[in-house]
């Protein structure tokens, strides 16, 4: 039975124009997208085929860096800003199998997303998992919420995949990364990743795709996205291709257009 804020959701929903959380569901084959969100999915797949492989790998670095976080660093807590519509190797799924124990609180404000958040709502008996409505410019009312699930004293792994670059270079995205960390402890990490502007075929695919989405899409070069890990030590083998990034054996093709960047760092 749907409660108050599941109706006022789907009454925001708009399926007029695409948005990304959609079609990023489409270009991963989910079913939660609308007509429009399948023509803008096909339009950029048209300009740049290779993009259904992108959102793959980053979905992929997703799983591997959540392993790492809750195996090797030891984290039991996290801040999923971003969340898109649930799919497969969701950030408690991946945390909570490794570490039964695992807090996670997902962040998004795509009113599609809270409706199916039921799905994302299921935890072990050990851990726990909360979710937010809410933007990523209102770090301050995301960071206020987290705290009723998480404890911030104590560290938690910040992941923020493909959301920096929905958010304007007047908006700061950098500064927002950094008052959010500001409130995190020592011992705390940021997992990021972003879409690069240095495939010309990409970039004529994102300028189509903003031209009609409700929320446009900022590709930056490499180098800007990763200055968003200044003042944190990375973790090997540093800022690179979404595929490089700790890779399983066999994982990836070595000839294939990423244009995605991705690191793993610690607040020390």
């Known amino acids: ?21 959609r079609v990023w569901d489409y270009l991963l084959g989910g079913k939660n997208n609308y007509a429009v969100d399948k023509e803008a999915g096909d339009t950029i797949l048209r300009l740049f085929p290779a993009f259904a492989q992108v959102a793959q790998l980053q979905r992929q670095f997703l ?34 199998s490794v570490a039964p124990a695992s807090r996670i609180v997902y962040v998004d404000n795509d009113p599609l997303v809270l409706v199916h958040a039921r799905a994302l709502l299921t935890s072990t008996p050990e851990g726990a998992t909360d979710y937010i409505d809410a933007d990523v410019r209102d770090p301050e009312r995301i960071l206020e919420g987290a ?8 560290p938690v792994a910040l992941t923020m995949l493909s959301i920096a670059g929905q958010v304007s270079d007047a908006e700061d995205p950098k500064g927002i990364v950094q008052r959010l960390l500001a409130r995190l402890p020592a011992g705390s990490y940021l997992a990021l990743s972003d879409g690069t502007n240095t495939n010309p075929a990409l970039v004529t695919a994102v300028e189509n795709y903003n031209a009609r989405a409700a929320y446009p899409y900022h ?27 700790r890779p399983e054996p066999g994982g990836w093709d070595p000839s294939a257009q990423v244009s995605a960047v991705c690191g793993v760092a610690v607040k020390r």
Not at 2 to 13: F, K
Not at 147 to 154: C, Q, S, Y
Not at 224 to 238: K, N, R, Y
């Open 1 to 21: 039975m749907e409660d108050a804020n599941t109706r006022s959701a789907w009454d925001r929903v708009d399926t007029t124009k695409p948005h990304s959380a």
């Open 63 to 96: 799983i591997r860096a959540v392993r790492f976080l809750a195996g090797e660093a030891g984290i039991r807590q996290f801040l999923d800003i971003g969340t898109g519509l649930p799919t497969a190797g969701n950030t408690h799924e991946v945390a909570q």
């Open 147 to 154: 705290a009723a699930t998480l404890d911030l004293t104590r």
């Open 219 to 245: 590709l930056r070069s490499p180098e800007a996205i990763a200055s968003f890990f200044d003042g944190l030590e990375l973790v090997e083998p540093g800022v690179v291709p979404t595929p490089q990034w």
